[in-house]
């Protein structure tokens, strides 16, 4: 026997769940005036349609406001793009994490840096399908100690033992005062990254996905366990914008993080948004606001596909990050242990930037755990129930479906054996024994019910099932969740957040309300689970198999990682032609990715290591020694006690020495070390034994003039 009414109709049910998911925030809106627009403007609008500003960010000229409570986004940003003084209104967006295809863990074997053709994890491969990063560390010597990558995601499990010591921190922050925003970047104490879900300084990881992106791309590699990171001089920058289900991300949040790492010097961020994020104005702006005045190069997943698991050609479908227009963007497809292009991952021609291994990949992971767990087969052992809703006045009490699995339901059975709906105008409830919650973080609640709960016309419930917790015995009682309405047959897995009661000892309790209108059948629970975050005390539970684009694009994080570590005085510009022009080429992939290739460390390494960097064309002196870059929009300096400086007099075509101090009036840069005067259009060179330092405005750093490599390289 099943429990009357249970078959409902899925459909329906999908329809609603639909409706329930908004993609935005309703109360929110983003604004971007036409210039020039003028305050008593900008005024006049805010109060014509009840605006109030939250926030400006860095990295775009919109204003985030929230919307008055008598209106919403859906209703309001349509008025609001007919205003002549408004360039565009838009959504605050949400976003959602990659789709992660977890397998089983704690096979110590990493088949994307030196693929042997052996069976890992149950999956074959082909010999060298791999991104050469034996060969890369063979000939990899870091001038730079620490490469600092931003990791936009679910923030980092720090006391991994892959992890210690691999955040990235603020100097000032770390010698300065508590309570102090001591290097003026807006947030207080931020140390060690910061958290834009909690709005706080420790962006600690409760999901796993950011720890397992950090982990593949600056994992320990010299602390003889585990894994190995790509880039062994990499440190972490984690910024939290997902909270632990995945949810979470607004634009607000992401343009913050990227805010925050711009001001924090970083030069590559890892940041994979999941399926159905949307196209954001507001972060194309900041995009395209990124390629045109920073150094930084934003890594991303080329994303996961469809519903049925197959990947989009983005030529068609557009995905983003990856369709964001710019040079800021690389977008990353996944391949597998032969060199294909994984099914689930996304391609594009030209959307596409290249490809990375990204199946069946060892990362590191949370020790997440099963802390308490009751399926009810054993009655209602340790529960206590108070009240009746049913007509016969029966607490609640177990009750077998057709396969003999035991469901506790308020429902009671008629003379007939059939099962009651519950009553009018009651309360009633199950109550837990005591829960210790002791050294769980982020401890989760979840629970299969099945409901069936009365509605009226309109589909407003009032008859609601409230989940509650008490931290004090039961003498007080706080909600955690209500649910209200009908679900699909066999019941549907809900999940709620006891993080607020970490080391605390819980009841919980299923209360069951119900009013005067109209009746149904009531409430089964089943599956109770409580897992959380535990420490690594015996080291078991800490790495993971994972698959999804998600994973491939840490790959190229890391190798961008290694060749500025070697290189540091390349431009994250230079950093994307050379992974580009390096990679391996993959017949399966010529008609699917830009560089119809794989990421291959060793030759990019290669490449960089034979890069020269020019203070290139473009570049114009204003006042010696001050240059400013008509192509990078910066000031430079340039330092030349001690240079000879040589003029070249093409009538006589001979060099003639000249004194620096004597450098007046306004100087175009050819390639370096060629100087032409615009004025006298004199050629000249600058050579010295002792180096020739400059300091570049757009990386914010001094140089040095290698003469032997005939390049700039970056002073450390």
């Known amino acids: ?67 008055h409570p008598d209106s919403n986004a859906s209703f309001l940003i349509p008025e609001l793009r007919k205003e002549i003084t408004v360039k565009y209104a838009d959504f605050n967006r949400k976003h959602a994490l990659q789709e992660v295809y977890q397998e089983e863990p704690r096979v110590k074997e990493q088949w994307y840096l030196n693929n042997l053709g052996k069976i890992i994890n149950n999956k074959g491969g082909s010999k060298e399908a791999d991104i050469d990063w034996d060969g890369a560390i063979q000939k990899y010597e870091a001038r730079k100690q620490r490469i600092v990558v931003s990791v936009i995601d679910t923030g980092i499990a720090a006391d991994h033992p892959e992890l210690t010591d691999k955040l990235a921190y603020m100097p000032a922050e770390v010698n300065g005062v508590l309570g102090i925003d001591d290097d003026g970047m807006g947030y207080i104490d931020d140390k060690y990254g910061w958290d834009f879900i909690g709005n706080d300084n420790d962006p600690a990881d409760l999901n796993g996905h950011g720890t397992q992106v950090a982990g593949i791309i600056a994992a320990h590699s010299n602390n003889a366990k585990g894994i190995s990171g790509i880039a062994p001089h990499a440190v972490i920058l984690p910024l939290r914008v997902f ?78 990050p990856a369709s964001y227009l710019g040079e800021t963007v690389l977008a990353v497809a996944a391949t597998n242990q032969y060199n294909e292009l994984s099914p689930f991952s996304n391609y594009g021609k030209t959307v596409v930037d290249l490809a990375a291994p990204g199946s069946n990949m060892l990362a590191p992971d949370l020790s997440r755990k099963r802390f308490y767990y009751e399926d009810f087969q054993l009655g209602l052992s340790g529960w206590v129930t108070n009240g009746s809703s049913n007509h016969r006045g029966l607490p609640w009490e177990p009750f077998a479906d057709e396969s003999g699995n035991l469901w506790i339901t308020d429902s009671a059975y008629d003379s007939t054996g059939g099962l009651l709906n519950y009553q009018s105008s009651t309360e009633s409830s199950i109550i837990s024994p005591v829960i210790d919650l002791t050294g769980l973080k982020s401890p989760t609640l979840s629970a299969r019910i099945y409901h069936n ?17 008490s931290p004090d015995n039961g003498l007080s009682w706080n909600g ?54 535990s420490s690594f005390e015996d080291g078991t539970e800490q790495y993971a198999f994972v698959s999804g684009t998600s994973f491939a694009a840490p790959v190229v994080s890391g190798v961008a990682a290694l060749l500025l570590a070697n290189r540091p005085e390349l ?31 060793e030759s990019a390494l290669e490449f960089a290591l034979k890069k020269k960097v020019f203070l290139d064309s473009g570049w114009h002196y204003h006042e010696w020694p001050w240059i400013y870059s008509s192509t990078e929009n910066k000031w430079n300096f340039l330092h030349l006690e001690g240079t000879e400086i040589l003029s070249f007099n093409e009538m006589q075509q001979e060099w003639t020495q000249r004194k620096a101090n004597r450098f007046q009036g306004k100087w175009l840069f050819h390639a370096w070390p060629y100087l032409l005067d615009s004025e006298t259009s004199s050629w000249y060179y600058l050579s010295s034994v002792s180096p020739v330092y400059g300091w570049r405005g757009k990386n914010q750093s001094w140089h040095f003039f290698d003469s032997k490599l005939n390049s700039w390289r970056k002073e450390i």
């Open 1 to 67: 026997m099943v429990p009357k009414n249970f078959h409902s109709c899925f459909q329906l049910f999908l329809f609603l769940i639909f409706l329930s998911l908004n993609a935005h925030m309703e109360n929110q809106c983003f604004i971007r005036f036409l210039d020039p627009t003028t305050p008593e403007e900008k005024n006049k609008l805010e109060k014509k349609f009840g605006l109030v500003e939250l926030r400006t960010f860095l990295l775009t000229e919109a204003v985030l406001y929230s919307i």
């Open 453 to 469: 709960l009365a509605q009226n016309f309109f589909f407003a419930s009032y008859d609601r099932l409230r989940v509650e917790v």
């Open 480 to 533: 955690t969740g209500t649910i209200y309405g009908r679900n699909m047959s066999g019941g549907s897995i809900y999940q709620f957040d006891l993080s607020k009661y970490e080391d605390m000892q819980i009841k919980l309790r299923f209360r069951l309300l119900t009013d005067y209108f109209r009746n149904a059948d009531g409430i089964y629970l089943d599956d109770l689970e409580i897992s959380g975050v």
């Open 571 to 601: 431009s994250v510009r230079e950093v994307r032609e050379i992974l580009l022009q390096s990679v391996t080429p993959i017949e399966g992939l010529k008609d699917k990715v830009a560089s119809g290739g794989i990421v291959n460390a």
């Open 243 to 320: 909270n632990e289900y995945g949810g979470g991300a607004t634009d607000d949040r992401i343009l913050s993080a990227l805010g925050y790492s711009v001001l924090g010097g970083v030069r590559i961020i890892n940041l994979s948004l999941g399926k159905g994020s949307p196209v954001s104005n507001v972060l194309q702006e900041a995009l395209f606001n990124l390629d045109k005045n920073y150094d930084l190069l934003m890594i991303c997943a080329a994303g996961n596909g469809g519903s049925d698991g197959k990947g989009l050609d983005l030529e068609k479908n557009s995905f983003y």
